[in-house]
Nanobody
Framework: QVQLVESGGGLVEAGGSLRLSCEGR????????MAWYRQTPGKQRELVTV???????AYEESVTGRFTISRDSAKSAVYLQMNSLKPQNTAVYYC?????????WGQGTQVTVSS
């Protein structure tokens, strides 16, 4: 069974930075493309950024140039460096396999950006 543990969220002022971490246990391999997602109250979870097994990356337009996804396959870990944060980045952030539509999700990590 896949277990995903996200951490690193918190409260930060606009313009600040955070680094999110995700540890995958059981069933996450280096061949999986991985992603970060975000969810705000009343809205569906949405894809923010993807990293392939070959470390190719793609970003949702609003975070391009400010967020950087990376991975350490030896540790089954995925990271999200978030710079120049804006209040609209406030959300619960989750990691999982890219384009995942199942029910195995971690608890997420809350990011709150104050103006």
């Amino acid at each position: 069974q896949v277990q995903l543990v996200e951490s690193g969220g918190g409260l930060v002022e606009a313009g600040g930075s955070l680094r999110l971490s995700c540890e995958g246990r059981g069933g996450i391999s280096s061949s999986n493309a991985m992603a970060w997602y975000r969810q705000t109250p009343g809205k569906q979870r949405e894809l923010v950024t993807v990293i392939t097994s070959g470390n190719n990356t793609a970003y949702e337009e609003s975070v391009t140039g400010r967020f950087t996804i990376s991975r350490d396959s030896a540790k089954s870990a995925v990271y999200l460096q978030m710079n120049s944060l804006k209040p609209q980045n406030t959300a619960v952030y989750y990691c999982n396999r890219a384009y995942y539509g199942g029910t195995d999700w971690g608890q997420g990590t809350q990011v709150t950006v104050s103006s």
